[in-house]
C-alpha cells in the first residue's frame, strides 16, 4: 500500500483547496491541521463501561489547511467527496444532518464556541489517509482536525487533549448520533501509546514510548473486506446490552458493579436480558483484567507475556463480546472472522491476531514477527484483495494546528 509522508498530505490538500476554493490570497494566514488515525491495542469494549485501555495513534492521518473566509459558512473540501457547507449562525442539532459529515462540523462549532471561540467562517481543505471503514477512527480524526481547526481560527482558549476528545465524542454522540465511548478520541488527540482509565469523568492517562518492532514484532491491520459504517446498530446494542446489565444491578456501568452481585444474579439476568448480555458483561471483567496485565508486561518489556494476553483478548471477544461478525449474517459471508483464521493459519502459533476495535468488520490486528511481515501482508492481501494489508507504527503526534 503506498504511502505519503505529511508534507506530501499538505501539499495535496493546498491542491484541493485551490480546486475548490480558488488561490489562497498571498497575504493570507494559513493553518496546517493534523490529526493520526488510532489502533485499539487494548480494551475491547470496556471505554463505555468506565474501564481501561491501551490504544495508539497511527502513522496515517487527516492533513488539510485551512484559511478564513470572512464569511459565516465553514466550506470542507474532502479528497473524493463532495465539498459542502455549514451555516454558523446555527449549532444546535439538526435531525436532517445526522450520519453525516455535516453533523460533525456543526457539532465541533458547537463545542468550540461554548469554551470560548468566536464563530466565523473558513474554507478547510484536507486528505485523508487513515483507511475508511477500516476501523482506525477516521472519523475521530476529522472530529478532532475541525476542533484544532475552530480552535486556532476563533481564537478560543487553549483545549488540551483530553478536553478536545471529550468535545469530539459529545459531538459524535449527540449530533452524528453514534453511542460511542472515549477511547478513538482520547488516542486521536494525545497521539502516542497511552493507557486510559475511564472510570471517571475525566480519564486518567499514561504515556509509554515503545516501538514494537524493537521487540521484534510489526503492528498489521487488515482491512477484511466488510465495511463496518453502516453497522451503528450493531455498536449501539454492545454497550446498551452491557449497561442493561449494570442497570439490573443498580448501576449505569459495569465498572461500578461488583462481579460477586452479578455471579449472584446470573439466572436473572440471563432471563431477562438473555444470554448475548450476560457474555458480554463477562467480557467486560475479563478483558479490563487483560488490559492491565497487557500495559504492565509493555511496560515490563515482556512482549511474550503481551503477546500470550492478547491471544486471550481475541478469544474473549470472539466468544463473548461476539463482535467478530454480526448478527444475523449469512454464513456464507464471515469477512473477520476468515481474517482471523487465515491470519493464523499463516502465523502457525508465532505473534498473535484480534478483532480490533469496534468489530463486526473493519480490520483485525496482528503482531506478526518482522521478518514474516512482508510475507503475511503478500498473502493475506492474495485472499483479501491488494491493499487490505499493511504495516503500521506508532507515532507521537497527537491532532495539532500549525501557522504556516
Not at 479528497?79 to 465541533?108: C, H, K, N, Q, W
Not at 444491578?249 to 452479578?262: I, T
Not at 502465523?347 to 463486526?360: D, E, P, T, W, Y
Request: charged content about 20%; overall charge negative; glycine content about 10%.
Amino acid at each position: 500500500m503506498t504511502t505519503i509522508t505529511r508534507t506530501q498530505a499538505l501539499d495535496k490538500a493546498r491542491e484541493l483547496y485551490e480546486a475548490e476554493f480558488g488561490p489562497i490570497p498571498a497575504d493570507a494566514h494559513v493553518l496546517a491541521i493534523h490529526a493520526p488515525g488510532r489502533s485499539e491495542i487494548s480494551g475491547n469494549h470496556t471505554d463505555h463501561e468506565g474501564g481501561h485501555v491501551i490504544a495508539g495513534a497511527l502513522d496515517v492521518s487527516v492533513d488539510g489547511i485551512a484559511v478564513a473566509n470572512g464569511t459565516n459558512t465553514v466550506r470542507i473540501a474532502d479528497e473524493g467527496y463532495p465539498t459542502f457547507s455549514i451555516e454558523l449562525d446555527d449549532l444546535d442539532v439538526r435531525e436532517d444532518e445526522v450520519g453525516t459529515s455535516a453533523s460533525l462540523v456543526r457539532g465541533m462549532a458547537h463545542e468550540i464556541a461554548a469554551h470560548g471561540g468566536t464563530p466565523a467562517g473558513f474554507d478547510f481543505a484536507f486528505v485523508c489517509t487513515v483507511p475508511s471503514g477500516g476501523g482506525l477512527s477516521s472519523s475521530a480524526a476529522v472530529e478532532a482536525a475541525y476542533g484544532r481547526a475552530m480552535e486556532a481560527l476563533w481564537d478560543a482558549p487553549a483545549v488540551d487533549p483530553v478536553t478536545l476528545a471529550q468535545m469530539s465524542q459529545r459531538t459524535e454522540n449527540n449530533y452524528y448520533g453514534k453511542p460511542c465511548g472515549l477511547m478513538d478520541q482520547a488516542a486521536v488527540c494525545l497521539g502516542g501509546l497511552s493507557f486510559m482509565d475511564f472510570e471517571n469523568a475525566r480519564p486518567a492517562t499514561e504515556k509509554l514510548a515503545l516501538a514494537f518492532e524493537d521487540y521484534g514484532y510489526s503492528l498489521v491491520l487488515v482491512k477484511v473486506g466488510a465495511d463496518h459504517t453502516d453497522l451503528t446498530h450493531e455498536y449501539a446494542a454492545t454497550p446498551a446490552e452491557m449497561q442493561a446489565v449494570a442497570a439490573e444491578l443498580g448501576h449505569a456501568r459495569l465498572c461500578e458493579v461488583d462481579p460477586a452481585d452479578f455471579d449472584a444474579a446470573v439466572p436473572a439476568l440471563r432471563e431477562k436480558l438473555g444470554d448475548r448480555a450476560v457474555l458480554r458483561a463477562i467480557h467486560y471483567w475479563y478483558e479490563n483484567d487483560l488490559v492491565d496485565k497487557r500495559w504492565a508486561a509493555l511496560k515490563d518489556g515482556d512482549i511474550d507475556a503481551f503477546l500470550a494476553y492478547t491471544r486471550q483478548s481475541g478469544a474473549s471477544s470472539a466468544m463473548y463480546l461476539q463482535n467478530v461478525s454480526p448478527s444475523g449474517v449469512d454464513v456464507r459471508e464471515q469477512h473477520a472472522m476468515l481474517a482471523l483464521g487465515l491470519a493464523e493459519h499463516i502465523l502457525n502459533g508465532r505473534g498473535a491476531v484480534r478483532i480490533h476495535g469496534g468489530g463486526f468488520g473493519g480490520s483485525i490486528q496482528c503482531f506478526v514477527p518482522v521478518e514474516l511481515a512482508a510475507e503475511f501482508c503478500q498473502r493475506m492481501d492474495a485472499w483479501r484483495g491488494e491493499g487490505s494489508c499493511r504495516t503500521y507504527a506508532i507515532t507521537e503526534d497527537g491532532a495539532s494546528a500549525t501557522w504556516l
